[in-house]
C-alpha cells in the first residue's frame, strides 16, 4: 500500500485483518440495522469482564445482542448469497483501504459489504467514495453519508476489537 493511504489510516484506531468483501456500483444506504450489527457483535464478542458487574445484567445483555442478531439474520434469510473472498483490509471508523483485483473507479461512490465477523454472516453496509487505486492492488476510500451514531458504534467495535488482539498477543506471550 502506497505510504501516504497507509498514513491516513494510521492517523486513527484501525483493524487490521482479512474480512470478506464485497463492492457494488450502487451505493448501499446505511441504517439502523447497521448500528444494531454492530452493537450485537460487540455484546457477543466482549469478554466476561467487560460486561455489566452483576450476573442477571450481564445475561440480559447477552440475550438482547442474541436476539437483535437472530431479527437482523432472519430479515436476511430471503438473500441467502454466498459469502465474499477474504481480503487483506485496513478499516477505521472514517475510511477503509482494501486489496481489490477488479477496483472501482477513483471518485466513485460505491456501496461496501464487509464481514466483521464470519460467524455471525451479516454485512456491514456502507457506503464509500473511492479516493486512491494504488499500484500494488490496495484501493482506499472514506465513508459518506454515515451517520454520526453509526461511526460512534464502529469506532467502539474497533477500538473493543483491537483491544482483544493486544490481549491474545499478551497471552501468547506469556504461553
Same mark, same amino acid.
Given at each position: 500500500m ?18 470478506p +468483501? ?9 441504517s439502523?440495522?447497521?448500528?444494531s ?12 469482564k467487560?460486561?455489566?458487574?452483576s450476573?442477571?445484567?450481564?445475561e &440480559? ?6 436476539i437483535? =442478531? +437472530?431479527?437482523l &439474520? ?14 487483506p483490509?485496513i478499516l477505521?471508523? @472514517?475510511a =477503509?483501504?482494501?486489496q ?11 456501496g +461496501? ?11 456491514? @453496509?456502507?457506503? =464509500?467514495?473511492?479516493?486512491t ?5 490496495w ?26 488482539? =493486544?490481549a491474545?498477543q499478551?497471552?501468547a506471550?506469556?504461553?
Amino acid at each position: 500500500m502506497e505510504d501516504s493511504t497507509y498514513r491516513l489510516l494510521k492517523e486513527h484506531l484501525v483493524l487490521e485483518d482479512a474480512f470478506p +468483501i464485497a463492492w457494488a456500483q450502487a451505493g448501499l444506504s446505511a441504517s439502523f440495522s447497521e448500528a444494531s450489527l454492530l452493537s450485537a457483535l460487540m455484546a457477543l464478542e466482549n469478554d466476561e469482564k467487560e460486561r455489566e458487574d452483576s450476573p442477571l445484567g450481564r445475561e &440480559l445483555s447477552r440475550l438482547d445482542a442474541k436476539i437483535n =442478531l +437472530i431479527l437482523l &439474520l432472519l430479515g436476511d434469510l430471503r438473500r441467502e448469497k454466498p459469502m465474499p473472498s477474504k481480503k487483506p483490509a485496513i478499516l477505521s471508523a @472514517r475510511a =477503509l483501504a482494501w486489496q481489490e483485483p477488479d477496483p472501482p473507479a477513483p471518485g466513485e461512490t460505491i456501496g +461496501i459489504e464487509i464481514f466483521l465477523n464470519i460467524r455471525y454472516p451479516y454485512p456491514l @453496509r456502507l457506503q =464509500l467514495e473511492v479516493d486512491t487505486i494504488g499500484s500494488s492492488g490496495w484501493t482506499k476510500g472514506a465513508w459518506v453519508n454515515m451517520d454520526p451514531f453509526l461511526q460512534e458504534q464502529l469506532q467502539q467495535y474497533i477500538f473493543r476489537a483491537h483491544r482483544r488482539k =493486544l490481549a491474545r498477543q499478551k497471552y501468547a506471550r506469556r504461553s
